[in-house]
């Protein structure tokens, strides 16, 4: 499932963003309980030391010597790594995420820096969202230059996260490395101590020649099949489990292209609001003006795509007064296969944050109803709220239930429903820079199982001769292909409606699904199948026979 239109509603962060933003994030929003630990280290969650340099005697000081977008990005990945954020900075009140993020310092560190400004906030979310994202392989080399495996398994978590920030800007972004030697060191003297600047100073240093001689540590690509997904691993800093299952599926040249994707810079999609009658030609004119540069969608007349800007689209109020949805395509062109037309009756299964929910009910010109049914109260208010602000609340309803337990109970039958199941979301790794730390083996078959019930209970909502849609924002065929052939198994009523006539040809896969693959189309990743129930008479004769 899939980032959004008031970007959406992080519910940890306690930051409201638009609805169809929050897409990206529902891979990892449904009520499963799975781990929230990133590290295995032992180490403690982080509290101010006691003594001299103790929080308590710095509280609330302005010091203007330490940087601002480094203190938020060293206590923000903090939060990330022990469950209380994520990567992403933005809101619709622009600036006010910093306002945010620096009472955070202040509570953590106890210290104030200057104020956040654009290029601070700009800086604070491609640090840490690289930081997460090259997390194995920082600490790969952070461990290698330390030479001692347990001086950095009982490193505190805040040393670790201004080292992390270090090696990163260094090596990824190619910023001046003595100054950012200077910067990083300067934070750890004021948020800790002395001690720990001169190992931050020591240790960086130590990388800065090894990067100068061209011989940094780096793992080699050699040996049987598991040596070597151990160190793609740790050169593409994605989980072992993850690298061995993409060798499997496609390859390891493939996997590696993989690993490159997800590792990028993400791009954006915003989609025009046409419930409230803006076209994609409204919208372009208002990023002219802002002068956010953007290209038109190749695939949906409704989508822009854009690689920066997102901020100031964000502060000038375009999400928060409706105008437009930060929606990928690719989540996009599922609705275009579920072809939403006016006067039908549609369900939306597991339906918050209600990207899609939005998209479809904006097609069917004030005729007709989407019923969004989730089991998140909370979401569903907010897809209200939302519903009513694209002006779209009159054809959307909304139901705070328990799919299995509605579909067994409800009597009524639908022209379509759409199951965009709760999935690992290792299509969205690109924008969800933690996310490949929070999944783990397991997690897929516990999802499998829950995709089954879900696929059951959803078919139950469909009339005969109406359209079942099943969605994920995953790349894992276990989770799209697998899922849809064993249900055809158990129900034999329905079958699958090629999906060529709705999306382009390029995104059809053999079989007739719908598959955004991010290597080959430069999208999240993401699958739909369309399948048809038989008419009622074809279904008794079916069951007389």
């Not at 490193?155 to 030697?181: C, H, N, S, T, W």
Request: hydrophobic share 40%.
């Amino acid at each position: 499932m899939e980032v959004g239109s008031t970007m959406a509603h992080l519910l940890p962060l306690r930051v409201s963003l638009p609805a169809a933003a929050a897409e990206s994030h529902k891979a990892s929003s449904k009520p499963l309980k799975f781990s929230k630990r990133t590290r295995e280290s032992k180490t403690p969650i982080y509290n101010p030391r006691k003594g001299s340099h103790a929080a308590a005697n710095k509280t609330q000081k302005l010091n203007l010597e330490v940087s601002p977008h480094r203190a938020v990005s060293a206590v923000r990945l903090m939060r990330i790594e022990f469950g209380g954020a994520f990567a992403d900075l933005l809101n619709e009140k622009g600036k006010g995420s910093g306002d945010n993020e620096m009472g955070y310092v202040a509570r953590t560190l106890g210290f104030r820096t200057r104020e956040l400004d654009y290029r601070d906030l700009r800086l604070v979310t491609d640090i840490v969202g690289g930081t997460i994202r090259w997390r194995r392989f920082l600490d790969y080399l952070i461990c290698s230059i330390c030479h001692d495996e347990n001086t950095f398994k009982s490193m505190e978590p805040l040393l670790l996260q201004i080292l992390r920030i270090g090696f990163y800007e260094i090596i990824k972004l190619d910023m001046p490395r003595y100054a950012v030697v200077d910067e990083n060191v300067r934070l750890a003297k004021v948020a800790l101590r002395p001690g720990a600047g001169n190992m931050v100073n020591g240790i960086l240093r130590k990388l800065i020649l090894l990067q100068e001689n061209n011989s940094l540590p780096l793992p080699k690509v050699e040996g049987d099949e598991r040596s070597q997904a151990r160190a793609l691993a740790t050169l593409y800093s994605h989980p072992v489990w993850m690298v061995r299952r993409w060798t499997k599926y496609i390859g390891q040249e493939e996997a590696i292209r993989l690993m490159t994707w997800n590792n990028s810079d993400p791009s954006f999609s915003l989609r025009a609001n046409r419930g409230k009658g803006v076209s994609r030609a409204d919208l372009v004119m208002k990023l002219n003006l802002l002068k956010v540069p953007h290209e038109l969608s190749l695939h949906l007349d409704d989508f822009v795509r854009m690689k920066t800007g997102l901020q100031i689209v964000i502060q000038a109020g375009l999400l928060r007064d409706g105008l437009c949805s930060v929606q990928d395509e690719s989540a996009g062109m599922v609705v275009s296969v579920v072809d939403p037309q006016p006067g039908e009756s549609i369900i939306d299964c597991c339906a918050a944050p209600g990207g899609k929910t939005l998209y479809m009910a904006s097609h069917l010109s004030g005729r007709g109803m989407v019923t969004a049914i989730d089991i998140n109260k909370g979401r569903l208010r907010i897809l209200k709220e939302t519903a009513k602000l694209h002006q779209v609340d009159g054809v959307i309803s909304t139901i705070h239930a328990d799919l299995c337990v509605f579909a067994e109970k409800n009597p009524t039958k639908c022209d379509k429903v759409l199951l965009d199941a709760p999935c690992s979301g290792l299509g969205v790794l690109s924008k969800r820079a933690d996310l490949r730390w929070n999944r783990k083996l397991e997690d897929v078959e516990q999802l499998k199982n829950l995709q089954d019930e879900l696929f059951d209970a959803a078919s139950l909502l469909v009339k005969p001769g109406g359209v079942l849609i099943y969605s994920t924002c995953s790349i894992d065929p276990e989770e799209n292909e697998e899922r849809v052939a064993a249900f055809l198994l158990r129900h034999p009523e329905f079958s699958v409606d090629p999906v060529d006539r709705y999306v382009p040809s390029d995104f059809a896969t053999e079989d007739g699904f719908f598959f955004s693959n991010p290597i080959k189309h430069s999208l999240d990743g993401a699958f739909a199948a369309r399948l048809v129930r038989d008419s009622e008479s074809r279904r008794n004769s079916s069951i007389e026979a």
